[in-house]
């Protein structure tokens, strides 16, 4: 269990390294000061706000969120004795504490801050060929003795779960792909990934006390997700947010395949505007190289810009900021009619 | 398959990483908590409590300090069940993390005479 911890943050800790060439970044002093004034060390974490419409996304999120912050150095008081108090006293919903003044939990529990969570996106989106997985979490953390926030973060996760195949015969790849997807598309466990998310929000938070870099990583930097002096917040939020996920791909790549098949990925993401359908469809398409295994997991997003590089160049701005959101409906919408199967090369141009 | 791939090609880059500065066990923690919640049965729940023996019992083996809030839901589960060797583990948490000690008091105190008003 730690092993895998470990490559999840190893992954987070490459992200943001490469990350920092992408987008706005900022140290965690700049960006979360009061962290700092204040130290917390006790959090009691109520349970996630779900604005989604999946019914056990609360469930399955609750059970994740205790492990990493734990390992951020804090000490997490057990959401299975919280939850059970706050429906003793009657407090069902998170919603109803969000505006409420927090001195109680202080009072009664000694909790130097609360932890409130959001769940913006828990879902999987099958069509067939292409499956993905997106996770999106928002977590902010309040003082209970002042009211003020002292850290919020997004953390956003776009799996890629379409499945591939390289029999060579187009045909049976078609078929076989459909099947491999439909396999990951049911399969697919929400967990690890949520986990994965929750790796990555925790990285940015100032750490707490049992940490051994607490208070020694006021310089570390992040990705500025709401950068205060640029020109629209929504859409550098989702640069940045999305920045995220569009070069994990690359970093994912260059661990798993680390051939020239990921090198050409790379660049068919970071050189957006190329100009043939096929050449980036050759490039991006895994099933041409023989090397494919069935990818299925961590890629995050890697789905995302191969649709849009597909079709017309007025797409491409749009690709950079894809990864999280509607891509692979984007993607197909957009391309030329001919082509009614995304994720497969044109077939006139092969 | 590939999976497994990215995984040994991430950890040998992790190799020039630094090794996680908290050394936690936290065993099948978030599984088991997982199912008490969706089935909420006695079976569940047992299991729950052998996890928590079990992250107890590694942490100790290992040297490590035990994760916090697992002596507290531990103890809380004993309480639950009507095992008297409860008290000990909230001790054994106050011990651990000297911050807890507002918390365990009020847990043992809804505990001890559980009503919906607050102390």
Redesign the interface.
């Known amino acids: 269990?730690?092993?895998?911890?470990?490559?999840r943050?190893?992954?987070v800790?490459?992200v943001l390294v490469i990350l920092s060439g992408c987008a706005t970044m900022v140290t965690k002093e700049q960006k979360f000061p009061r962290m700092y004034e204040e130290k917390p060390?006790?959090i009691f974490v109520l349970p996630p706000i779900n604005s989604t419409t999946a019914a056990?996304a609360k469930?399955?999120y609750?059970?994740?969120i205790?492990?990493p912050l734990?390992?951020a150095?804090?000490?997490?008081?057990?959401?299975?004795?919280t939850g059970?108090?706050l429906k003793?006293?009657?407090l069902y919903d998170t919603e109803l504490i969000i505006n409420q003044p927090l001195d109680?939990f202080y009072e009664?529990?000694?909790?130097d801050a609360v932890l409130f969570t959001y769940i913006k996106s828990w879902d999987k989106s099958y069509m067939v060929l292409a499956a993905s997985l997106t996770i999106s979490i928002d977590a902010k953390l309040k003082s209970t003795r002042t009211n003020r926030v002292l850290w919020e973060y997004n953390g956003t996760i776009v799996a890629d779960l379409s499945g591939q195949s390289s029999s060579g015969n187009p045909i049976i790849d078609l078929i076989a792909k459909a099947v491999v997807t439909g396999i990951n598309a049911a399969t697919a466990d929400y967990?690890p990934y949520a986990?994965l998310a929750n790796t990555m929000l925790l990285q940015t938070v100032p750490f707490g006390k049992?940490?051994?870099?607490h208070d020694k990583d006021r310089q570390q930097q992040l990705v500025d997700q709401k950068p205060q002096s640029k020109s629209g917040p929504t859409t550098s939020d989702k640069s940045n947010g999305q920045a995220v996920e569009s070069d994990r791909k690359p970093d994912?790549n260059v661990?798993?395949a680390?051939d020239g098949q990921a090198k050409s990925d790379v660049s068919s993401e970071a050189n957006l505007p190329t100009p043939t359908a096929s050449d980036s469809a050759g490039k991006s398409i895994a099933p041409v190289s023989p090397e494919t295994?069935?990818?299925?997991?961590?890629?995050a997003q890697v789905l995302a810009p191969k649709p849009a590089a597909q079709s017309d160049s007025s797409d491409q701005q749009n690709a950079q900021t894809v990864p999280a959101k509607a891509e692979p409906p984007v993607g197909a919408e957009k391309q030329p009619y001919r082509n009614l199967t995304p994720g497969l090369p044109a077939p006139a141009k092969t | 398959?590939?999976?497994f791939?990215?995984?040994l090609?991430?950890?040998t880059?992790?190799s020039s990483?630094a090794?996680?500065?908290?050394?936690?066990?936290?065993?099948?923690?978030?599984?088991s908590?997982?199912r008490?919640?969706?089935d909420n049965t006695p079976a569940s729940i047992a299991k729950?409590r052998e996890t928590l023996e079990k992250i107890i019992a590694e942490s100790r083996e290992k040297g490590l300090r035990v994760?916090?809030?697992?002596y507290?839901?531990y103890a809380?589960?004993l309480t639950k069940a009507g095992d008297p060797t409860a008290d000990s583990y909230f001790a054994l948490e106050e011990a651990t993390?000297p911050?807890?000690?507002?918390?365990v008091s009020?847990?043992r105190a809804?505990l001890a005479s559980?009503d919906?008003t607050?102390?």
């Open positions: 269990m730690s092993i895998s911890n470990l490559i943050s190893g992954i800790s490459c060390l006790t056990d469930e399955y609750s059970t994740t205790t492990e734990a390992y150095g804090f000490y997490v008081f057990p959401m299975e004795v059970d108090i003793s006293q009657g109680k009664y529990f000694g909790a967990v986990q049992y940490h051994a870099l994912a661990d798993g680390g295994k069935s990818e299925g997991v961590i890629e | 398959m590939s999976r791939l990215i995984a090609l991430v950890t880059i992790l990483c090794a996680p500065p908290i050394s936690y066990y936290f065993g099948n923690y978030s599984k908590s997982y008490t919640h969706k729950h994760p916090p809030g697992i507290c839901e809380y589960l993390y911050e807890s000690e507002k918390f009020f847990v809804q559980p919906k607050t102390p």
